[in-house]
């Protein structure tokens, strides 16, 4: 890639430190704490700018070769699940009907949008679903504790967790290797009781995830092993 680079600036309340998010699909975000300034926001990204540069065009070389068609069969490694994919056409609104491993997508046969609003809606009631019994227990193994869950498509976050102990997850997550599963959710659990990235912070995750550093490379690098039909409107 030749030329300067395409940043989103976000400033958010909730950060304790600059960060930056990469994704094939939504570029390059950067978020700045409240108490960072614009210019020190610059200065941290000029320092890292090989890195990012190096970072977003390995992500774009993979979107070139992505398939943008309709899925035939949708593998969720998180959890471990494989289904089969079919198509009907029907008139009025895009809905999908489970048999055994198999999802059937209905839907008016020329509007793939549609077909692909239906499966991400479907996504996310399964990620529900599992997620509801999943996380309590690990917080059943761990001694974490939250009060509320919610499901979300974030396009650069894999979860996060509120003050008032709200934690939301990814239904994307389902793409990932299992250990990066549990590892991110542990993650946002330490949250529960330091909601910054400070040495205390780390030293807990630590105690339940030993190989927290790998892991957290890993699932940074992990946008591209969910399928580009998930990302496209």
């Known amino acids: 890639m030749r030329g300067s680079l395409a940043y989103h600036w976000r400033r958010s309340p909730r950060a304790k430190s600059l960060q930056v998010r990469i994704t094939p699909w939504q570029g390059i975000e950067v978020v700045i704490p409240r108490h ?3 210019e020190r926001a610059r200065a ?4 890292h700018r090989q890195w990012i540069r190096d970072t977003w065009v390995r992500m774009r070389e993979q979107v070139v070769d992505a398939d943008l068609t309709l899925p035939q069969t949708i593998e969720l490694r998180g959890i471990p699940e494989h289904w089969e994919v079919r198509y009907r056409s029907r008139a009025g ?24 609003d239906a499966l991400r809606r479907w996504l996310t009631e399964r990620a529900r679903e599992y997620f ?19 499901i979300r498509g974030q396009t650069s976050r894999w979860g996060s967790c509120s003050s008032s102990l709200t934690l939301s997850l990814n239904y ?29 912070f780390w030293k807990l995750v630590g105690e339940f995830e030993p190989d927290y550093r790998t892991l957290d490379q890993e699932l940074g690098e992990s946008w591209r092993d969910v399928p580009a039909w998930v990302e496209i409107s």
């Open 36 to 38: 960072v300034s614009r």
């Open 132 to 150: 509801s019994m999943y996380v309590p227990q690990l917080c059943g193994a761990t001694g974490f504790g939250y009060k509320r869950m919610q």
């Open 172 to 200: 994307k997550l389902l793409f990932l290797e299992p250990e990066l599963v549990r590892y991110l959710i542990v993650h946002e659990l330490s949250h529960t009781r330091y909601l910054d990235h400070s040495a205390r």
């Open 44 to 47: 941290f990204v000029a320092k």
């Open 93 to 116: 609104q895009a809905r999908i009907t489970v048999s055994g491993n198999v999802l059937t997508v209905h839907y008016d046969g020329e509007r793939e949008k549609t077909a692909r």
